[in-house]
Nanobody
Framework: EVQLVESGGGSVQAGGSMRLSCRAS????????LGWFRQKNGEEREGVAN??????TNYADAVKGRFTISDRPGQILELQMNSLNPDDTAVYYC??????????????????WGHGTQVTVST
């Protein structure tokens, strides 16, 4: 059974940094993609960043140069977020696509999801 547990959300002032972590388990060590998605209040869930089992990464334009995704040993997925601004306020979800057939940052590709963690960026 695939399980995902996020941690690290909270509140931060604009310009600050925050790191999200996701402990993932239950999937094979090949042909997978791990992703971070977010859902702003009243909007649809959107892709933030992903990384595949080969280590290739993909970022949404809105976060390029500010966010970094990494797949740590022990099946820990992290998202380092720098230069945060109020538009980054959202519930952030980690997700697994297993098997993974595309690196596209699409909600429909991912079949396992965490429960989400709130990130609030204030001015």
């Amino acid at each position: 059974e695939v399980q995902l547990v996020e941690s690290g959300g909270g509140s931060v002032q604009a310009g600050g940094s925050m790191r999200l972590s996701c402990r993932a388990s239950g999937y094979a060590y090949a042909n997978y993609c791990l992703g971070w998605f977010r859902q702003k209040n009243g909007e649809e869930r959107e892709g933030v960043a992903n990384i595949d089992s080969e280590g290739n990464t993909n970022y949404a334009d809105a976060v390029k140069g500010r966010f970094t995704i990494s797949d740590r040993p022990g099946q820990i997925l992290e998202l380092q977020m720098n230069s945060l601004n109020p538009d980054d306020t959202a519930v952030y979800y980690c997700a697994v696509a297993w098997p993974c057939w595309t690196s596209a940052l699409m909600v429909s590709v991912y079949n396992y999801w965490g429960h989400g963690t709130q990130v609030t960026v204030s001015t």
